[in-house]
């Protein structure tokens, strides 16, 4: 079964400051890997995806974030992080493997890393 | 970019009371989902739903919930008998193949008194 560990339940940076949040999942191959923003009270926004080719992927608001594959990770960065970045942020891995026994079609959430800017 | 959007966006209802939690998924998506997320919680999956047929649900999903793509367009899910602890953030997702990347809406938010 498919699974994904966000390791830090809350990071505060500076405003400026670079931001990585980490991702790691867990899959028998390679899935498709989202990281979503919710600021609260509001849904989730999609920041950027990755279905295969260059590991590297560029999303909206600055971010990108790194497939790699050796070490089951996905995670998102930002070089200078402004003040309305503050949100939850989550990462999620849906399977690439269309088959009904191991129910493929769901994507799988972490529990979520809490994003606070300092000003 | 097509969306999926989701109506009302901020439900309240009473407890008992039955809702009805309406999307519609991107036009040429052929998978649909519910998800759930309760306040400060993680997004966790309700149901997935095929060729008018559920496809997977998880143990949240009981004989309370049902869901229905009445037409072309619409994908709705409905709570018969509210209860308190339904009261959580619903998304909708679409997907154009079964293995292939979902799309979420924004989200219903239920508040059941």
């Known amino acids: 079964a498919q699974s994904v560990t966000q390791p830090d339940i809350h990071i505060t940076v500076s405003e400026g400051a670079s931001l990585e949040l980490r991702c790691n999942y867990s899959?028998?191959?390679?899935?498709?890997l989202f990281w979503y923003v919710q600021s609260p009270g509001q849904g989730l926004q999609l920041l950027l995806k990755?279905?295969?080719?260059?590991?590297l992927v560029q999303g909206i608001k600055g971010f990108e974030a790194e497939f790699k594959r050796s070490q089951s990770s996905f995670n998102l960065r930002k070089p200078s992080v402004h003040w309305s970045d503050a949100a939850e942020y989550f990462c999620?891995?849906?399977?690439?493997?269309?088959?009904?026994?191991?129910?493929?079609?769901?994507?799988?959430f972490g529990d979520g890393t809490t994003l606070t800017v300092k000003p | 970019e097509p969306e999926v959007t989701q109506t009302p966006s901020h439900q309240v209802t009473q407890m008992g009371q039955e809702v009805i939690l309406r999307c519609v998924p991107i036009?040429?998506?052929?998978?649909f989902y519910w998800y759930r997320q309760i306040l400060g919680q993680k997004v966790e999956f309700l149901v997935s739903?095929?060729?008018?047929?559920?496809?997977?649900k998880s143990e949240i999903f009981d004989d309370q919930f049902s869901v229905e793509r009445p037409d072309g367009s619409n994908f709705t899910l409905k709570i018969r008998s509210t209860k308190l602890e339904d009261s959580a953030m619903y998304f909708c997702?679409?997907?154009?193949?079964?293995?292939?990347?979902?799309?979420f809406g924004p989200g219903t938010r239920l508040t059941v008194l």
């Open positions: 997702a679409s997907s154009l193949s079964e293995g292939g990347p979902q799309f």
């Open positions: 899959y028998g191959a390679t899935p498709y």
């Open positions: 990755y279905f295969s080719g260059d590991t």
């Open positions: 999620a891995v849906g399977a690439n493997l269309p088959s009904r026994n191991t129910n493929a079609g769901k994507s799988t």
């Open positions: 036009s040429n998506h052929l998978y």
């Open positions: 739903f095929y060729n008018n047929e559920i496809s997977e």
